[in-house]
């Protein structure tokens, strides 16, 4: 008999416990251990050397909390059944188990269009054939489509148990300690008013804290300008892999990443076999593949895997308005002119583009205050530090991209 009651040994929470078979079985499956080998954070371990912990690690976080939530509302009286308990658990391990390689990357590159999200959910119902339809439940509640409101919210919402997990663990590994979160104490104010998720009055501090730390870690962290510039160099290396290939050229890499290179994926084509194959790619094809192409005869090729290799990144300036086309000409007309380039293959070294910062959206979702007198109230007009105002607005910056003196 196998023991399907382990115990993770987790940096932060502690002791994390597998609730039940069905769960200890998903994380078994070949479909999400592979997420050992996927990065949470993409290229930022550039910048933050200690941040190379993995989406697996951030799964089981996620579910690790969501046991915490489901404790704490039925502990306050909210009804939650052991199917839809179960649901929760399900939905929030695989709630990230479609990304692909440094994260973020494939979306923008070799897929066309297809977001992780989609991913995640072709694998939801791979794997609910697989286990007999017991993933069905989950699959409402992660499209957002169960009548229980809150239970989606859970899952995805302002205040999620996604969030709670990677505000904590990426502030925790890259040892910015402004994003430290106290998750635990979010989750003990939560409950539940005419089916929505309110936090309880007390827990207002915690909430301003959640939202000032999602702000910091957005600049400082998921935003900052030389994990932004690395994670662009490895989106064009992989355009430029992907052109390179349909004009005939090989280049070495794993089966799984050829197939990618070689077809055309949108979600129209994502079948099963496409699913398989995809779910054959991580960090590893990735990189290396790079170390192959970093002495590939492309000009541009090889100039970006040696880039991000040997991280000699491209220089990168943020500025408040947007880049103005003279300087993005100057640039490119350097190179050209340097290296005897087409404007084409320049503009992989030279590029804009923008980043914005939103911390709380107030438009499609809201944080709500529950009163002792019963009054719920939007953590907006709750509040009163009055930033978190300015935290609602969205604050948008350029960026402009180019090598420094020599590539």
């Given at each position: 008999m196998h023991n399907k009651l382990k115990i993770f040994n987790d940096p932060i929470?502690?002791?994390?416990?597998?609730?039940?078979?069905?769960?200890?079985?998903?994380?078994?499956?070949?479909?999400?251990?592979?997420?050992?080998?996927?990065?949470?954070?993409?290229?930022?371990?550039?910048?933050?050397?200690?941040?190379?912990?993995?989406?697996?690690?951030?799964a089981l976080g996620c579910m690790h909390l969501m046991q915490k939530a489901v404790n704490v509302l039925r502990f306050k009286g909210v009804v939650i059944s052991n199917d839809e308990e179960q649901a929760l658990y399900i939905a929030i391990l695989l709630h990230d188990i479609g990304h692909g390689p440094f994260s973020h990357a494939m979306e923008h590159s070799i897929v066309n269009g297809v977001s992780h999200e989609q991913i995640s959910l072709l694998f939801m119902e791979q794997l609910n054939k697989e286990f007999n339809l017991s993933l069905t439940l989950a699959i409402q509640i992660f499209k957002g489509e169960y009548e229980r409101k809150f239970l989606c919210q859970l899952i995805s919402g302002q205040l999620d148990m996604d969030r709670a997990d990677y505000l904590k663990r990426?502030?925790?590994?890259?040892?910015?300690?402004?994003?430290?979160?106290?998750?635990?104490?979010?989750?003990?104010?939560?409950?539940?008013?005419?089916?929505?998720?309110?936090?309880?009055e007390k827990g207002i501090y915690s909430v301003e804290k959640f939202l000032v730390a999602r702000r910091l870690m957005y600049w400082q962290v998921y935003l900052h300008k030389t994990s932004?510039?690395?994670?662009?160099?490895?989106?064009?290396?992989?355009?430029?892999?992907?052109?390179?290939?349909?004009?005939?050229?090989?280049?070495?890499?794993?089966?799984?990443?050829?197939?990618?290179?070689?077809?055309?994926?949108?979600?129209?084509?994502?079948?099963?076999?496409?699913?398989?194959?995809?779910?054959?790619l991580d960090d590893y094809d990735i990189v290396s593949a790079?170390?192959?192409?970093?002495?590939?005869?492309?000009?541009?090729?090889?100039?970006?895997?040696?880039?991000?290799?040997?991280?000699?990144?491209?220089k990168v300036k943020l500025k408040n308005e947007e880049i103005n086309k003279e300087s993005l000409q100057l640039h490119i007309q350097k190179l050209t002119?340097?290296?005897?380039?087409?404007?084409?293959?320049?503009?992989?070294?030279?590029?804009?583009?923008?980043?914005?910062?939103?911390a709380y959206q107030i438009k499609n979702q809201h944080i709500n205050i529950l009163y002792k007198n019963?009054?719920?109230?939007?953590?907006?007009?709750?509040?009163?530090?009055?930033?978190?105002?300015?935290?609602?607005?969205?604050?948008?910056?350029?960026?402009i991209c180019y090598p420094k003196e020599k590539l």
């Amino acid at each position: 008999m196998h023991n399907k009651l382990k115990i993770f040994n987790d940096p932060i929470y502690g002791f994390i416990t597998i609730p039940n078979s069905l769960i200890f079985d998903l994380i078994e499956h070949k479909y999400f251990q592979r997420l050992r080998r996927i990065s949470q954070m993409g290229m930022s371990y550039l910048v933050y050397p200690g941040a190379h912990h993995t989406r697996f690690h951030h799964a089981l976080g996620c579910m690790h909390l969501m046991q915490k939530a489901v404790n704490v509302l039925r502990f306050k009286g909210v009804v939650i059944s052991n199917d839809e308990e179960q649901a929760l658990y399900i939905a929030i391990l695989l709630h990230d188990i479609g990304h692909g390689p440094f994260s973020h990357a494939m979306e923008h590159s070799i897929v066309n269009g297809v977001s992780h999200e989609q991913i995640s959910l072709l694998f939801m119902e791979q794997l609910n054939k697989e286990f007999n339809l017991s993933l069905t439940l989950a699959i409402q509640i992660f499209k957002g489509e169960y009548e229980r409101k809150f239970l989606c919210q859970l899952i995805s919402g302002q205040l999620d148990m996604d969030r709670a997990d990677y505000l904590k663990r990426d502030s925790f590994y890259t040892g910015v300690a402004e994003g430290n979160i106290n998750s635990e104490r979010l989750i003990t104010m939560l409950n539940v008013i005419d089916n929505e998720l309110v936090v309880e009055e007390k827990g207002i501090y915690s909430v301003e804290k959640f939202l000032v730390a999602r702000r910091l870690m957005y600049w400082q962290v998921y935003l900052h300008k030389t994990s932004l510039a690395a994670e662009q160099l490895l989106i064009r290396v992989l355009k430029r892999a992907k052109e390179l290939t349909s004009h005939g050229v090989t280049l070495k890499s794993s089966e799984a990443l050829q197939f990618f290179l070689k077809q055309e994926i949108t979600l129209e084509n994502f079948n099963s076999e496409t699913l398989n194959i995809f779910a054959r790619l991580d960090d590893y094809d990735i990189v290396s593949a790079m170390k192959e192409w970093q002495f590939h005869d492309d000009f541009v090729l090889k100039n970006l895997c040696d880039m991000l290799i040997n991280r000699d990144l491209l220089k990168v300036k943020l500025k408040n308005e947007e880049i103005n086309k003279e300087s993005l000409q100057l640039h490119i007309q350097k190179l050209t002119d340097t290296y005897n380039i087409s404007k084409s293959e320049a503009k992989y070294f030279v590029f804009t583009g923008e980043i914005s910062n939103q911390a709380y959206q107030i438009k499609n979702q809201h944080i709500n205050i529950l009163y002792k007198n019963g009054k719920v109230q939007d953590i907006i007009e709750a509040t009163d530090q009055l930033n978190l105002k300015a935290l609602s607005k969205k604050v948008t910056k350029y960026y402009i991209c180019y090598p420094k003196e020599k590539l």
